[in-house]
């Protein structure tokens, strides 16, 4: 729809693959496919304390307010992992709630710059049929209203409308969910392509968003980086039998978190692990791909003096998620013999070790 090169005939810069045009109306960009986004910022329920039943209801209930969308429609998930900058400042009603909150205040302050929070954004995409299509279906539908030519503003209308309605459905049932303004969506484009990240104001004529928003160079070939970090994708090869809410959570976990110090050891049974990791509050227990309900191990802490105590955990797939850490445990299955497996902390060990 947009042609808007003026110099160069071959794309060789960032600002030349952006598909970004111009802003057409609060929080609307219209790209240079003629195609309109929209951008959304949610937030859903909380996976640790929701039970499953609530999840799927969630589940459910978004796949129904998605499933409306025809034709011509993409939808674009985004995750972003920042750093935590301040705890939030609460009222409460009673003490006991305030010295819970407190204990957490005390907790986060201890571990400054070492706490993140996620920030999900889903942008809507429409592509409106092409001419062609447009005077097809005049010609083959009766509207009540007869329409001559092709009116664009009738487009944006439309978009704006269909994803307002889309926004209605989603605040019925999510924790929060917005439509982003002129200024949060410029500046979510703008850290989606910079490893740069302030907000970015309006401009007056807010039009070659492509040009404006570009301010990091961007390498390919083998190993590509944007600016001076290097670019990673994780490509998905096959999508498994059974899928569950909140499958992807652990993406939540930053990778630079997570401690692969965990050594197994100990008796060769089927339910082996596979390995052991913590992100620093959690440890998490791998489980080969197929671990049947009976032959589900307890888990034992060890203490410093060898006594063991039955620790709770959650199972999620093939991991169990204990909510605390620990310098060993063992998995223990069977009477006579009992298979056990023993779990502990390599740097641990390398403590006791030193002088």
């Excluded at 097809?136 to 209308?157: I, K």
């Excluded at 913590?278 to 203490?303: H, M, S, T």
């Excluded at 006594?307 to 093939?318: A, D, F, K, P």
């Excluded at 998995?331 to 013999?337: F, K, S, V």
Aim: hydrophobic share 40%.
């Amino acid at each position: 729809m947009l042609n808007l090169k003026e110099y160069r005939g071959t794309a060789d810069r960032l600002a030349d693959h952006l598909p970004w045009a111009a802003l057409v109306a609060p929080g609307v960009v219209l790209n240079k496919d003629g195609s309109f986004q929209r951008t959304l910022r949610f937030r859903g329920p909380d996976l640790e304390s929701a039970t499953e039943a609530e999840l799927v209801s969630v589940c459910a209930r978004a796949n129904n307010s998605l499933r409306r969308l025809g034709s011509g429609w993409a939808l674009f998930f985004n995750a972003e992992r920042l750093q935590a900058l301040g705890y939030p400042a609460s009222d409460f009603p009673d003490a006991a709630s305030w010295l819970v909150d407190e204990e957490r205040r005390a907790h986060f302050d201890g571990r400054r710059a070492e706490h993140f929070e996620s920030r999900y954004h889903l942008t809507f995409c429409y592509l409106p049929p092409a001419d062609q299509v447009s005077r097809a279906e005049r010609a083959l539908l009766e509207r009540d209203v007869p329409q001559h030519g092709r009116d664009w503003r009738q487009e944006l209308r439309a978009f704006v409308a269909e994803t307002d309605r889309v926004l209605d459905l989603l605040a019925g049932f999510m924790a929060e969910v917005r439509a982003l303004d002129d200024a949060e969506t410029l500046t979510f484009l703008h850290g989606s392509i910079s490893t740069k990240r302030h907000v970015v104001a309006v401009p007056e004529t807010p039009i070659y968003l492509d040009g404006l928003l570009v301010d990091t160079p961007l390498s390919g070939g083998i190993e590509p980086m944007l600016g001076d970090q290097h670019l990673r994708t994780v490509t998905v090869m096959g999508f498994p039998n059974a899928t569950r809410p909140g499958i992807l959570d652990a993406l939540n976990v930053a990778l630079t978190d997570l401690r692969f110090r965990y050594a197994i050891t100990g008796d060769n049974p089927p339910w082996r692990p596979v390995r052991a990791w913590d992100d620093g509050n959690k440890v998490y227990i791998e489980f080969p791909a197929r671990l049947d309900q009976g032959e589900a191990p307890p888990l034992f802490v060890v203490g410093p003096l060898g006594q063991s105590q039955l620790v709770n955990y959650r199972v999620s797939g093939n991991h169990y998620i204990v909510d605390r850490l620990f310098g060993a445990a063992e998995l223990r299955l069977g009477e006579d013999p009992q298979a056990v497996v023993r779990i502990a902390r390599t740097d641990a060990a390398q403590r006791r070790a030193r002088p």
